[in-house]
């Protein structure tokens, strides 16, 4: 099989477009971190407790109580949306409290629920 190239696409009249957004194409590795990115969103304990950062800053014993979860549970879901830069804690005596990272993150799950709820 060979390897497709710009010079070989079949279809002349969208060469100019499809060469455009070839360059626009962002690099492999960009690609890949967008991937990993959203499979972050693909465990429904995650996207529940964004949900629920997204009305506000709550601590461990909070999400869990909402959630009907364990704090173990939760503290492990939240190690992993805090190493992906998702959510951000504040630490307040000996209570942390976990807030989504910034507007993005925000932007994301209120899309989300726009989208779904159409």
């Known amino acids: 099989m060979s390897e497709y190239t710009l010079e070989n696409h079949p279809c002349e009249e969208h060469a100019k477009l499809v060469e ?15 991937s990993e990115l959203f499979k972050i ?6 996207i529940k407790i964004l949900y629920v950062l997204h009305e506000g ?8 109580t909402v959630l009907q979860m364990t704090q173990s549970a939760i ?5 992993i ?3 992906t830069r998702l959510v951000r804690t504040r630490r307040e005596g000996k209570t942390v409290y976990y807030s989504l990272a910034d507007d993005h993150v925000r932007t994301i799950i ?9």
Do not use: W
């Open 20 to 34: 455009e957004l070839a360059g626009t194409l962002p690099d492999e590795e960009t690609l890949e971190d967008i």
């Open 41 to 46: 969103f693909g465990d429904s304990t995650r």
């Open 75 to 79: 503290s492990h879901q939240l190690r």
């Open 57 to 64: 800053e709550l601590c461990v014993c909070d999400i869990a």
């Open 110 to 118: 209120s899309m989300g629920i726009e989208h779904i709820s159409e």
């Open 81 to 83: 949306l805090r190493q």
